[in-house]
């Protein structure tokens, strides 16, 4: 019963983007895709809402959100049954924004980074002014230790918005990784607060 009304729960959420104008296969107004799934309470809803809050740069609301849609007992099955649902949906609409940001963190859950990084370089070619997408391209690349990539992805990143925390949090990481430690100093001392956040996670 559970599955059955979160199903209809994501269909009805579904209908209203399309319908209202929030999302087309070519853009995502994601400020309203966030208010209209900002009570949901089915998996499928709550992935929705965790895209849109990783379109709006609020990474750690997105990361509380997919960390408590992973505790859910039933999670590998719901996580198969959106890689089926979604792909399949791609096949007929190969350019959609929503339906490569969900496969996207729907990969990234199941930690199959490479098929990820396909989905993110897909976004960051149609979108190439989202910083956010390219952060999670270049996360996806170091999880499969390619750093030299990371980089030059972050680099780009950093290009777009250089006052960006969470860019220079991953080049932080990614210089210190490729030994070069001043530039890895460097931007480590331009995070504070993206710091205090992953203390607070445990990190």
């Keep these: 019963m559970r599955k059955f009304m979160g199903m209809i729960g994501a269909l009805i959420v579904l209908m209203i983007l399309v319908t209202g104008g929030i999302c087309t296969a070519a853009s995502v107004n994601w400020t309203q895709l966030y208010q209209s ?15 849109a809050l990783v379109n709006l740069g609020q990474l750690g609301a997105a990361f509380d959100q997919i960390d408590a849609i992973m505790q859910e007992e ?26 490569l940001n969900i496969l996207g963190l ?3 859950g199941l930690a199959n980074y490479g098929q990820a990084s396909r989905y993110f370089q897909q976004l960051v070619a149609l979108e190439p002014g989202n910083v956010w997408v390219r952060l999670f391209l270049a996360v996806t690349l170091w999880k499969q230790d390619e750093h030299q990539q990371a980089l030059e992805v972050l680099k780009a990143a950093h290009d777009l918005d250089k006052q960006n925390q969470y860019t220079h949090c991953l080049l932080a990481a990614v210089y210190f990784e490729l030994r070069n430690y001043i530039r890895a100093a460097y931007h480590y ?15």
């Excluded at 799934?37 to 895209?51: D, F, R, V, Y």
């Design 37 to 51: 799934t900002q009570q949901a309470t089915g998996l499928e809803e709550q992935l929705i809402n965790a895209t």
């Design 74 to 99: 039933d999670y590998l099955e719901f996580a198969q049954d959106m890689q089926a649902k979604y792909t399949a949906l791609l096949e007929k609409d190969t350019t959609n924004i929503l339906y």
């Design 106 to 108: 729907v990969e990234w």
């Design 189 to 203: 001392l331009k995070c504070p607060d993206v710091r205090k956040e992953m203390a607070a996670r445990g990190f």
